[in-house]
């Protein structure tokens, strides 16, 4: 018997079951291609043919995304991301105090006391140091953003990059590339920025406390966390499975809300093969002229979205 979590973010969708004993069995990562149906049905298909629908004892979903993928899939808890990462984290190690956790397109911060979130931030505007950021910067420099970080740790002087903005941040770069600065040294530059954007901005007012985690996709980076360790002058630990430690944590809480009410929503993994359909509508119910979107799957509305005040999406059938 499994529990599945799901998190819909703006550039990846991960799915993971879990065990009894909460040990992950199974972990998908998709990009979302601002297609989230699309790749929770993708999610779906690639574990149709080794799983029945029986064994899927709940469904937690998280992310931006994550109403949507409760509608799809009959969710059994839907939560934040910052309730999702820190159940995750603390489940891993009961001492951690604070995490940073960086994605596709958003970064935030999450501190803990005595097991409980205490205080968050997530970046407002700009994307700095985010995951899209830093494959277009892998990109541009023809290197793999899997050697990203490995290039970083050969910087022997560091070139000092404005990190603030991603626009300057890249033009800086190339400004240092035109003048002869090591390859290198510009990469781990640009980290050390990005960790200086980081703390300047989401982290600002926060006290980062050890123990500390490092989540999400751009935890991999082997760059950005020597310069957090650098920076913090202590140690950065990035738990086993960093990049979906937010649906790890959906999956546990969906696995909690069932334990409560004794039977799942799941609709079953035959999800995967349906057509879904989105159509929107402004709703002139009110001054503020709300884009709603239906999500029918033939003739029945799934899910709607988008309104202020609950009236459609409190129809919502799940």
């Known amino acids: 018997m499994y529990y599945m979590g799901v998190d819909v973010g703006s550039v990846s969708t991960d799915v993971v079951l879990i065990d009894n004993s909460m040990k992950v069995v199974e972990k998908i990562y998709l ?28 469904v937690g979903t998280t992310g931006s995304g994550r109403h949507i993928a409760a509608a799809l899939l009959g969710g059994d808890a839907v939560k934040n991301e910052i309730t ?42 700009c994307a700095a140091g985010t995951g899209s950021f830093l494959d277009r910067q892998a990109e541009r420099l023809e290197i ?23 626009v300057f941040a890249e033009s800086d770069m190339i400004h240092k590339q035109q003048l002869g600065y090591d390859q290198s040294d510009i990469i781990m530059g640009l980290c050390e920025a990005l960790v200086r954007n980081y703390l300047n901005n989401v982290a600002k007012g926060k006290d980062i ?13 082997k760059g950005i966390k020597k310069a957090f360790e650098n920076a913090l002058g202590f140690n950065v630990y990035v738990p086993q499975n960093y990049d979906v430690m937010g649906a790890i944590g959906a999956a546990m809480i969906g696995a909690e809300a069932v334990k409560k009410v004794g039977k799942t929503n799941f609709k079953g993994f035959d999800i995967a093969e349906r057509k879904f ?42």
């Open 31 to 58: 990009r979302t291609k601002g297609k989230p149906i699309n790749a929770v049905q993708e999610g779906l298909k690639m574990l149709i043919d080794k799983y029945d629908s029986k064994q899927i004892q709940s």
């Open 209 to 221: 406390e050890q123990k500390v985690f490092f989540q999400g996709g751009v935890a991999a980076n």
């Open 277 to 318: 359909v989105s159509a929107s509508f402004e709703c002139k119910g009110c001054p503020n002229r709300c884009e709603v979107v239906n999500i029918k799957d033939g003739n029945s509305i799934v899910g709607c979205f988008g309104d202020r005040c609950g009236k459609w999406s409190e129809r919502m059938v799940v």
């Open 84 to 125: 999702a990462h820190a159940i995750a984290s603390l489940y891993v190690d009961k001492d951690v105090r604070t995490i940073i956790e960086i994605g596709g397109q958003d970064s935030k911060i999450i501190t803990l006391k005595d097991g409980v979130v205490t205080d968050f931030a997530m970046n407002t505007v």
């Open 144 to 166: 793999p953003i899997e050697k990203f970080g490995d290039y970083a740790l050969k910087a022997n002087v560091p070139v000092r990059i404005a990190g603030r903005c991603a």
